[in-house]
Every structure is written in structure tokens, then in C-alpha cells.
């Protein structure tokens, strides 16, 4: 069994036809890892000892007859702000370089009872800002179908992982497209959840009423196979939620998906879309009408305000969670040092020096820890929510916000002909060069006006490749957006799980 062609189904079938064990499997992978990943850059830490010990764990189990999880044994690749216990998690940012996580997160706590193997930690932007990758402190990821472009932000490692077959799925998180635009640039699949679907305990909280954890995997049924495992009401985070999920996740009925309408908004597609990508629209949308589902043009008016309402709720939050890394805690500089300097002050000066002396530490250890877009939006969050400008910016911004989700509202709204599934480009381009917008913020901003306005209204969203792409062809992935009603994951994965099975 060839790596590029495992998918978890797959997987699972071959340990149960005893063609391979999980040990041999997951040292193919880590040979893979060291041959490819210094051109691509994908992981930031190995766990090479840890994953041979829960391979063999699965493979004890299967030599003892038990019944063993579909998720077992399966290799996957870790965003880096997800915490597993004992692991490092950096989120690609240098003021948490020294950090050990104590804890796992929900979502790992769940894989880990499933009896899944975690590779590693895969590369991102520094703690998930950015559409490129190019912000991580540490390295560059190069996209695997042309290395001298980006695989996407901010979970372009978990991508480019699975694209070039250094791990079977991954985790990613997204907090304005950073799971679906990657998978998109490197022609994998990504899930953003609903709001709420998936804990978010154990995330590196960035921008935390938009972020989600998600799969990102090379099929739909993958993507539903990972979902199922992860999702579900966690005491540990207020914002999970319970729910029973409307349809199947894992068979979807093909007669009911065939009745599912989907909408065309027509602000998705005036966005100065590249040549490449709306092809890939008219390519989706036939293959999709080949299996009977039915289109209908709909409109979002307030489309085109919700890339600056984004960026200014998601600062605002992004200022207030990175308050807590201060250069001390997390392990940035030996705290040992700091005590002795702290205490020799204490013994020798007065209060105020005392406090300056803190203030020193704290303005030097985030000066240097956290790199440029990290401080652009801390100042640009402390702004907007500071005394005289709350009015003005933020509290203006989450009336946008409720506008961008009552048009979704209105267009799912069943009593009267709304859809039940939209359709939309991920990004209006294709993997673009390295630097090419490095210098430009906006234009690195405008690379997710397209996947933004649905964390704004907490739905949940999945790109899937047009087609099938060989990794060495000319071609540069696109995919496609559908955007689900809330909690209705089993419509978008259901539409994504027969879409896969045509034949190219
Ligand atoms: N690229 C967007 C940003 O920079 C989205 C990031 C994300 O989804 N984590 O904020």
C-alpha cells in the first residue's frame, strides 16, 4: 500500500485484512516526513517516540482480536495551537518557543480514546494570523504543488502535510478561513464546524467568537469520519454545544441530498475572481448538477462589509486573549532569573522602580516575542476598543456583523423558497508566489473576503477540490465553498461525499 493512496477509510480497512500494521504505516510516514519535509516545511516537531508507542498499543489490540476504532492508529498532523500533553506548542510564535503544554485539548483527549497517532505539530502562522503561512516565526511552508508558492494560512502546514502525504488527516483551526483557504491552495479538504460544534478547550484562544477547530483530509467522508470524532457539548467550554444532528454524517442518503437546493450568491462572484478559479466554479457547479442538485441565484447584500467588520472584532479579541503571554509565564525566559532580578529590586528600591522594573520585562519580552502582524493587531484591537473609539469602531462593527448573518438567514430561511446549501469560491485566486504580498497587508487581508463572512455568522463551511490533482502536474488546485445552515454539517459533507465519487 502506497501512502498517497491512504485515506483513514482505507487505512482501516487494511489493518482489518491484515495487509500492513500501524507501526510500518507510521514509519513510512516519518521516513516520508524526513525526506520531504526540509523542502516543504510542513512540521515543526516530530513525535516519533510517542507515535510508535500508540501504534503499537493498536496493533497489540488487533493482534488480540478486540474491536478497534476506525480512527485508530490513524497518523495525524497537529496544528501547533492545539495543545497535546507534553508536547511543544509554539503557535509558530516566538514568545511561546520554551513552551510544554501541561494538558491536552478536547479534541486530542477524544482522538487519543479513539487510539489515534499524533505525528507531529504542523506549521502555521503565528497563532493563526495570516493567509500565507509566512507569518510563522519559525519557517515558511512551501505549497507541495509548486514550492515556490504558499500553501495557504494560517493552517498551511496541516495542509501541505496531508497534500504531500506526510500524515493521512490533520487539525487545523479557523478563525476567518484558515482551514478552508489552505485546503484550497493545496487541494485537500477542509471542515469549518458550526460555531460551537467542536471544543474549543485546549485552542490557543486567538479571536474566540469565530474560532473553531476543524479536519483537514483528503475526502469529505475523511473530513466526516474526523468530525464525528471530535465534535460534541465539552463542560470545559460554554460555547459547545448539544445538538442531534438533522441527516447522517457518515452514509448520506443520496436521494435527500439530491433534493438539497443551493444558492449562488451573486456578491461571490464579482469579487475580480482569477480565470482559473471561477473555471473551477462552472466545473463544480456541472459536476454537481450531474448528480440532480438544483441551483438557484440568491444575494447577500452585506457581503462587501464583512471584511472590515472582521477586522476589527477580530483584533479587538486577538488584543485581549494575547494579554495573558507576558514573556514570563509559558516559559519564555527563565523565570528563575526573573525572580532573583525582581527580588534584589525589592530589597533596594521603591515601589515604583519596582514596577517599572516589571513593566521593562513585559514591554521587552512582547516587543521581541511577538512578531509584526502579532503587534499590528494588538494595537489595532487595543484601538478600537479603547474609551472614545468603542462606539466607533466595535460596537458599529458587531451591528455589521448581525447583518451579515441575518442575509444568511434570510437566505436559508425554508417558509419562504430559501436554499439549504450555498455555493461559493473559497479564495479569488490560486495559490499565490512567496513575498508576493508580504508587503501589503490588505491585499494579504482580501485573500479571505470570501471565507469570512461565515465564521461572522458561525456557519459551517467545507472547501472541497474541484477535481482530483496529481502533486508534479502543471495544474494549481482550486476548490469550492459550501456553506451549510447551522449544525447542518451533514449536508455540505453529504453533497461532498458523492461529489468525490464522480469520475473526473
Ligand atoms: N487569514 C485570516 C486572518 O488573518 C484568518 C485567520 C484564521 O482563520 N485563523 O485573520
Known amino acids: ?64 482480536n478486540e474491536e478497534i476504532d476506525i480512527l485508530a492508529g490513524v497518523p495525524l498532523a497537529i496544528k501547533d495551537n492545539i495543545l497535546i500533553e ?10 511561546l518557543k520554551n513552551y510544554i503544554a501541561s494538558y491536552d ?10 487510539g489515534s497517532v499524533f505525528l507531529g505539530k504542523t506549521n502555521l502562522d503565528e497563532f493563526a494570523m495570516g493567509s500565507s503561512n509566512e507569518n510563522s516565526a519559525f519557517k515558511i511552508v512551501h505549497n507541495p504543488y509548486d514550492l515556490k508558492r504558499v500553501p495557504g494560512g494560517s493552517s498551511g502546514g496541516s495542509a ?14 479557523d478563525t476567518g478561513g484558515s482551514i478552508r483557504q489552505p485546503a484550497h491552495f493545496c487541494g485537500v479538504v477542509g471542515l469549518k464546524p458550526t460555531y460551537g460544534a467542536v471544543s474549543r478547550f485546549g485552542l490557543m484562544a486567538m479571536a474566540s467568537s469565530l474560532d473553531q477547530i476543524g479536519p483537514i483530509t483528503k475526502t469529505a467522508e475523511d473530513a466526516a469520519l474526523l468530525f464525528n470524532q471530535i465534535k460534541g ?43 482559473n478559479v471561477s473555471q473551477g466554479m462552472e466545473e463544480a457547479i456541472k459536476r454537481l448538477k450531474t448528480l440532480g442538485l438544483k441551483f438557484k441565484n440568491i444575494s447577500l447584500p452585506h457581503t462587501s462589509y464583512a471584511l472590515s467588520c472582521y477586522y ?8 485581549t486573549n494575547l494579554a495573558r503571554f507576558e514573556g514570563i509565564r509559558y516559559s519564555r525566559i527563565n523565570a528563575d532569573r526573573i525572580r532573583t532580578n525582581a527580588d534584589n529590586i525589592s530589597v533596594n528600591q521603591r ?30 484591537g487595543t484601538f478600537v476598543l479603547s474609551a472614545g473609539y468603542y462606539d466607533a469602531y466595535y460596537s458599529q462593527a458587531q451591528k455589521v456583523r448581525r447583518l451579515v448573518k441575518e442575509d444568511f438567514d434570510r437566505a436559508f ?52 477540490p474541484v477535481k482530483k490533482y496529481c502533486l508534479g502536474g502543471k495544474e494549481l488546485p482550486v476548490g469550492f465553498q459550501l456553506i451549510g445552515k447551522h449544525f447542518q454539517e451533514a449536508d455540505i459533507l453529504g453533497i461532498g461525499q458523492y461529489y468525490e465519487r464522480i469520475e473526473d
Open 86 to 95: 507534553n508536547l511543544p506548542a509554539t503557535a509558530a510564535s516566538k514568545i
Open 160 to 173: 501541505a502535510a496531508v497534500a504531500s502525504h506526510m500524515a493521512i488527516a490533520a487539525l487545523g483551526s
Open 233 to 275: 457539548i465539552d463542560p470545559f467550554d460554554a460555547t459547545s454545544a448539544k445538538f442531534d444532528y438533522a441527516g447522517d454524517l457518515l452514509n448520506p442518503d443520496l436521494a435527500k441530498i439530491k433534493k438539497l437546493k443551493i444558492g449562488l450568491p451573486k456578491e461571490y462572484f464579482e469579487k475580480g475572481l482569477d480565470k
Open 413 to 464: 430561511d425554508s417558509s419562504a423558497g430559501g436554499v439549504d446549501v450555498i455555493l461559493t469560491p473559497v479564495a479569488p485566486t490560486s495559490a499565490f508566489k512567496i513575498n508576493e504580498k508580504t508587503s501589503d497587508p490588505l491585499a494579504m487581508y482580501l485573500s479571505d473576503i470570501l471565507t469570512i463572512p461565515v465564521n461572522l455568522a458561525g456557519l459551517p463551511a467545507i472547501s472541497l
Open 105 to 114: 485539548a478536547t479534541v486530542i483527549k477524544k482522538l487519543k480514546k479513539a
Open 1 to 64: 500500500m502506497h501512502l498517497h493512496d491512504l485515506t483513514i477509510k482505507k487505512f482501516h480497512e487494511g489493518l482489518l485484512n491484515k495487509e500492513f500494521s500501524v507501526l510500518e504505516i507510521v514509519q513510512s510516514f516519518f521516513k516520508c516526513i524526513k525526506d520531504k519535509d526540509e523542502e516543504i516545511g510542513a512540521y515543526l516537531t516530530l513525535n516519533e517516540e510517542e507515535a510508535i508507542k500508540a501504534a503499537e498499543k493498536v496493533d497489540l489490540a488487533i493482534a488480540k
Open 312 to 319: 476589527i472584532i477580530m483584533p479587538a479579541e486577538v488584543s
Open 351 to 380: 515601589s515604583y522602580q519596582r514596577k517599572s522594573a516589571l513593566s521593562e520585562i513585559y514591554f521587552r519580552q512582547r516587543g521581541q516575542g511577538f512578531g509584526q502582524e502579532a503587534k499590528r493587531r494588538i494595537i489595532l
